[in-house]
T-cell receptor, first 115, second 114 residues
């Protein structure tokens, strides 16, 4: 049973470019979360999605950032016109509250570097 | 917003010693999770707690769900060098509250001296 898959593991973008981060949840999981982590810091909540719906985006910047979790395919975190301050590790987690599963499992993360 | 405070922030211990860390919240949670993160990796789930007062073990790890539902504790017995890493607590309102978002603590950085 494959775990949470994130790709790419490392992403380098020049300032002003777009970054697309992908997350495939564990099989059977319909809840996806995105977190951002700066070096030596904790995990900051960004957005929580269920299939085709954004449930809570209170942690996501209002501009340049967007997320989706379509009916088919992975969840996408999109950052437009990246700036150096966007450099961080972005982690995706999935859970299965629909079946009473409260545990959230994380992917390996995507490390974004903006040059 | 909700915040989770972990203590200590970091600790150096000798191999073989026991370790204790805790996590406190300004809000009530229905679920507590404990994770370990190694450098360059994603957090790995260690223990999940669902009921106030619950005590759960996973090998040398033992975690407790505080009876006030505002805190949780993690103990590691007989530490070994591979225990080094960052330990995070996470809380969630859970199914009963309709709040499925996980809030993470600030982390406890553990270093084990051989």
């Amino acid at each position: 049973n494959a775990g949470v898959m994130q790709n790419p593991r490392h992403l380098v973008r020049r300032r002003g470019q777009e970054a697309r981060l992908r997350c495939s949840p564990m099989k059977g999981h319909s809840h996806v979360y995105w977190y951002r982590q700066l070096p030596e810091e904790g995990l900051k909540f960004m957005v929580y999605l269920q299939k085709e719906n954004i449930i809570d985006e209170s942690g996501m910047p209002k501009e340049r950032f967007s997320a989706e979790f379509p009916k088919e395919g992975p969840s996408i975190l999109r950052i437009q016109q990246v700036v150096r301050g966007d450099s961080a590790a972005y982690f995706c987690a999935s859970s299965n509250w629909d079946k009473g599963g409260a545990e959230a499992f994380f992917g390996q993360g995507t490390r974004l570097t903006v040059v | 917003g909700q915040q989770l405070n972990q203590s200590p922030q970091s600790m150096f211990i000798q191999e073989g010693e026991d370790v204790s860390m805790n996590c406190t919240s300004s809000s009530i949670f229905n679920t507590w999770l404990w994770y370990k993160q190694d450098p360059g990796e994603g957090p790995v789930l260690l223990i999940a707690l669902y009921k106030a007062g619950e005590l759960t073990s996973n090998g040398r790890l033992t975690a407790q769900f505080g009876i006030t539902r505002k805190d949780s504790f993690l103990n590691i017995s007989a530490s070994i060098p591979s225990d080094v890493g960052i330990y995070f607590c996470a809380g969630s309102g859970g199914i009963n509250s309709g709040t499925y978002k996980y809030i993470f603590g600030t982390g406890t950085r553990l270093k084990v001296l051989a």
